[in-house]
């Protein structure tokens, strides 16, 4: 009697093996595009919050140039510092504007709300404005007299009881100027506090203008 062949037969993969190692692949395709997923988002993040940084700084560095570039009212042409809560009007040792040369020179910095939103709005010699690119969701500014006093506005009421000095006259440069402002996209408010220098010395030369500023 002749003894049974066994017969050995290859055998490929099941349908449930085929079906476990494609799971096992989206498993990991799935944490891979998470993880880059995450690592995008958190550099998008950063990048934002860069140019934030950067758009403040660039802002506070104009604010404080600019105020403190102030001339004390009277000095050259006679005009006198005057503000709201929206900007000021004053003689300024700089200019803003690479047409305007020559220093000390007229100059208004107001918030002007237009059809793309509020922007600043700067005005030399009585000539166009020109606008920043910086949007804002507010811009407020606030006035300190000498004595400590907050205003809202430049003059202030002048007080019938109170001597006029040469530094206490409404008529002076105000003593600190607070600025708070909020940029559009972003949700916290920025304070800034900004002093005109010693008015008292004489222009040698002409101020650089600010460049690089977003001037429009």
Do not use: C
């Given at each position: 009697?002749?003894?049974?062949r066994t017969?050995?037969?290859?055998?490929?993969?099941?349908l449930l093996?085929?079906?476990?190692?494609?799971?096992?692949?989206?498993?990991?395709?799935?944490?891979l595009?998470?993880?880059?997923?995450?690592?995008?988002?958190?550099?998008?993040?950063?990048?934002?919050?860069a140019?934030?940084?950067?758009?403040?700084?660039?802002?506070?560095t104009?604010?404080?140039?600019?105020?403190?570039?102030a001339?004390?009212?009277?000095?050259q042409?006679?005009?006198?510092?005057?503000?709201?809560?929206?900007?000021f009007?004053?003689?300024?040792?700089?200019?803003?504007l690479?047409?305007i040369?020559?220093?000390?020179?007229?100059m208004?910095?107001?918030?002007?709300?237009g059809?793309?939103?509020?922007?600043?709005?700067?005005?030399?010699?009585?000539?166009?404005?020109?606008?920043?690119?910086?949007v804002f969701?507010?811009?407020?500014?606030?006035y300190?007299?000498?004595?400590?006093a907050?205003h809202?506005?430049?003059?202030?009421?002048?007080?019938?009881?109170?001597?006029?000095?040469?530094?206490?006259?409404?008529?002076?440069?105000?003593?600190?100027?607070?600025?708070?402002?909020r940029l559009?996209?972003?949700?916290?408010e920025?304070?800034?506090?900004?002093?005109?220098?010693n008015?008292?010395?004489?222009?040698?030369?002409?101020?650089?203008?600010?460049?690089?500023?977003?001037?429009?």
């Amino acid at each position: 009697m002749k003894p049974l062949r066994t017969r050995r037969r290859d055998r490929g993969l099941s349908l449930l093996e085929v079906m476990v190692t494609v799971a096992i692949f989206a498993m990991l395709f799935g944490v891979l595009m998470a993880g880059w997923h995450q690592s995008m988002k958190a550099q998008t993040q950063l990048s934002s919050a860069a140019d934030a940084i950067q758009r403040r700084q660039h802002l506070n560095t104009l604010l404080r140039q600019v105020v403190a570039e102030a001339i004390n009212p009277g000095y050259q042409s006679g005009l006198k510092f005057m503000g709201s809560n929206t900007g000021f009007a004053m003689e300024s040792t700089t200019s803003l504007l690479p047409s305007i040369g020559n220093a000390p020179v007229d100059m208004e910095l107001k918030l002007v709300t237009g059809p793309e939103g509020a922007r600043l709005n700067v005005t030399h010699q009585g000539q166009a404005g020109a606008a920043f690119d910086w949007v804002f969701d507010r811009f407020d500014v606030r006035y300190v007299d000498h004595a400590g006093a907050l205003h809202e506005a430049w003059p202030p009421a002048r007080r019938s009881d109170r001597p006029v000095s040469t530094t206490t006259d409404t008529e002076q440069l105000p003593a600190l100027l607070v600025f708070a402002y909020r940029l559009r996209g972003e949700s916290t408010e920025q304070l800034l506090l900004a002093a005109p220098r010693n008015s008292a010395w004489e222009l040698a030369e002409p101020s650089t203008p600010l460049t690089g500023m977003g001037l429009q």
